[in-house]
């Protein structure tokens, strides 16, 4: 097991990743930027190391500072966290060359599925259904063509080095397709400095489903069943809920098998997510991530599984704690995001936390970094706290987040709880109801 391991994050998941080192008995480091001194984890933490200015390409992003930050304080593992440096390959690879584990996959797992042309590839040859399209780049509009017809329209380009959102472009007839193939590939180079794009049939109402996967490290895979993370707004996810109301239990086995496999076979190692759309009964492969989740926590509270504890174990070695026929999931949870930010216009809204009270009692757990006078800095994304909620099933889940959200009280600064206060109200979503699109339409009504 690991003696030290230096948190290279910050906010709500340095705090939880330092919970579970002191579970574990591990010494802990954390590194900070300069807008970051106050920080609660920076308090909790046995050492700390500032590490730069605010911007996060001088310090949360500056690989170099962090190797020097392990190298001084001699921690042996680096917990990325999400977001960051967290699916950086070449920061994975650096580690690995100066003798200090990164506490996820390999530099080589990172980049295939940072590649979504090669993610998509290797997600097909490994058994996942995969969303109809070309079978890589696609370059030329004659080609386009044909494969559009094909699949039928509508169609959606998608830049190979985007992902979660970014470089996309429907097609809706053979009209749209050339515009839509020039745009996306001039808007993909100059974004990400590689033209690349591959054409998938657009799915019109799908949910976002994705199943949470864990490689042991030996050649073993797991699946912890899957999150509904369709209620999202511009790629932001709002509201995530384990198990998705859309599945039954063949549906959540036959897909987590499918997903178990095939991670075995990939031989990976630690936490994944294996990204879905699904729509009349069927799963589409779409992207995989290679992190640990911000929603990880509702799959937690249906499996009573620690993932930072499996991820800890696995990377230092140890395998996990559970076979497949020890996870069980039991009831059901709710993640809402509260973000410092207006609940309608979205709108940051950085500033003085004046008072600041989380809810509690049965199957509630808050994860937040803040505390009453806090001063929120700016420079980072908005995300403040998630509050997760559990029940026996959904309707016991759903009533003790509205009273759960009654309780919550933080002050001084716009959040999205009043977003949430409507939304435990609101029928649809009540009964399960919803798409990928229902939340961006029920903002736009402005009930
Ligand atoms: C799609 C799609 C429809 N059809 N692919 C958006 C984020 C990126 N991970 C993939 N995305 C989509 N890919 C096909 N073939 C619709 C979306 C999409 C979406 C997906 C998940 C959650 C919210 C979304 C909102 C708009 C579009």
Request: proline share 4%; net charge negative.
């Amino acid at each position: 097991m690991f003696q030290k391991i230096l948190i290279a994050n910050r906010g709500e998941i340095a705090l939880r990743v330092l919970r579970a080192c002191k579970e574990l008995g591990i010494q802990t480091v954390v590194v900070h930027s300069t807008a970051d001194a106050d920080a609660m984890h920076v308090r909790l933490a046995d050492e700390s190391v500032c590490i730069g200015p605010p911007p996060s390409r001088d310090s949360y992003l500056n690989i170099h500072q962090i190797v020097a930050a392990c190298e001084i304080t001699g921690a042996d593992a680096v917990h990325p966290g999400y977001g960051f440096l967290s699916e950086n390959a070449k920061f994975a690879d650096i580690l690995a060359a100066h003798n200090i584990t990164f506490i996820g996959p390999s530099g080589d797992h990172i980049r295939v599925m940072g590649d979504k042309i090669e993610a998509k590839r290797t997600a097909k040859r490994l058994g996942i259904p995969v969303v109809p399209g070309s079978d890589g780049a696609v370059t030329e509009e004659k080609e386009a063509r044909r494969i559009a017809a094909e699949i039928g329209y509508p169609v959606i380009i998608k830049a190979s080095a985007g992902g979660g959102g970014r470089g996309m472009k429907v097609a809706h007839t053979e009209t749209d397709l050339e515009i839509a193939l020039q745009t996306a590939r001039s808007e993909a180079g100059a974004a990400f400095g590689d033209d690349a794009v591959y054409i998938e049939k657009y799915l019109e109402k799908p949910r976002h489903i994705e199943v949470q996967v864990f490689g042991d490290g030996f050649g073993g895979g797991v699946h912890f069943g899957e999150r509904d993370c369709s209620l999202q707004r511009r790629h932001q996810k709002v509201w995530e809920e384990a198990n998705s109301p859309a599945l039954n239990a063949e549906e959540r086995s036959r897909i987590g098998g499918i997903c178990a496999k095939a991670i075995a076979d990939l031989g990976y190692s630690g936490a994944g997510t294996i990204e879905f759309l699904y729509e009349n009964g069927e799963f589409y492969f779409i992207e995989m991530n290679t992190r640990l989740q911000v929603e990880h926590p509702v799959t937690e509270a249906i499996t009573g599984i620690d993932l930072v504890h499996e991820q800890i174990r696995v990377a230092s070695g140890g395998g996990l704690s559970v076979r497949q026929e020890d996870i069980k999931f039991n009831g059901h949870a709710i993640e809402c995001r509260i973000n410092a930010e207006d609940p309608r216009t979205f709108t940051p809204s950085p500033g003085t936390i004046t008072h600041f009270h989380t809810p509690g009692g049965l199957g509630i757990r808050v994860d937040s970094g803040v505390y009453s006078g806090y001063k929120i800095p700016p420079y980072y994304d908005s995300l403040i706290g998630k509050l997760i909620v559990h029940g026996r099933n959904r309707v016991e889940c759903m009533m003790r987040l509205r009273r759960a959200l009654d309780e919550f009280v933080v002050d001084g600064i716009k959040t999205t709880l009043p977003l949430f206060r409507d939304l435990v109200g609101n029928a649809d979503i009540a009964n399960g109801d919803y798409d990928i699109h229902w939340l961006e339409k029920y903002l736009a009504k402005g009930e």
